[in-house]
């Protein structure tokens, strides 16, 4: 199992999820990378060549890190992976980010404002992705072709530290559906 933080975050960020994931039974590594400065450009090659070396086949990721997971298995469909579990990723594009971007803010995101502002038009590819979503406008989480979504009451920051949102992760990554 590997876990992917967001923007503006670093590695350190999913301890608290990789404990919850641990006291599950479960053996989360995590994927570091410079979200702003590098950019889906260096993550995304990175995001593979990890995914590929350690036969990983679930993943758990945090808002921007979803946005690199989905593109790491679109650039490399022969990929392991078999299930994802997005939180609170703005896989449909981020208003904010548009917003951000229109009002000069677009340096804060670095090389990763094109990828937040557009997300993805839908999923077609092999993995089961799931979105857990909190405190985001619903409609940016709501990609075509996933296999499940939920919401759970959360910030997005808060939704690494929500026993709720590890637990239906934990739930879709062993059934491929979230808890009702």
Not at 38 to 48: E, F, T
Not at 86 to 114: D, E, I, N, V
């Amino acid at each position: 199992m590997l876990l992917v933080h967001g923007i503006w975050n670093t590695a350190h960020w999913l301890l608290p999820l990789a404990r919850r994931m641990r006291a599950n039974g479960l053996a989360p590594a995590l994927f570091g990378y410079a979200s702003v400065l590098g950019g889906p450009a260096q993550a995304v090659p990175h995001l593979i060549e990890r995914l590929r070396a350690s036969r990983v086949q679930l993943v758990i990721c945090h808002s921007l890190g979803g946005l690199m997971t989905l593109q790491a298995l679109q650039d490399a469909p022969d990929l392991p992976v078999g299930r994802v579990v997005c939180l609170g990723s703005p896989l449909c594009g981020s208003a904010a980010a548009r917003g951000l971007a229109q009002r000069g803010g677009r340096w804060a995101m670095g090389r990763s404002a094109a990828i937040l502002q557009q997300g993805f038009a839908r999923w077609d590819g092999q993995a089961e992705i799931g979105q857990v979503a909190g405190n985001v406008a619903l409609a940016e989480t709501r990609l075509p072709g996933l296999r499940d979504h939920c919401v759970v009451r959360a910030s997005h920051s808060g939704l690494l530290r929500s026993p709720e949102a590890a637990a239906q992760a934990l739930a879709f990554l062993r059934t491929g559906r979230f808890q009702a």
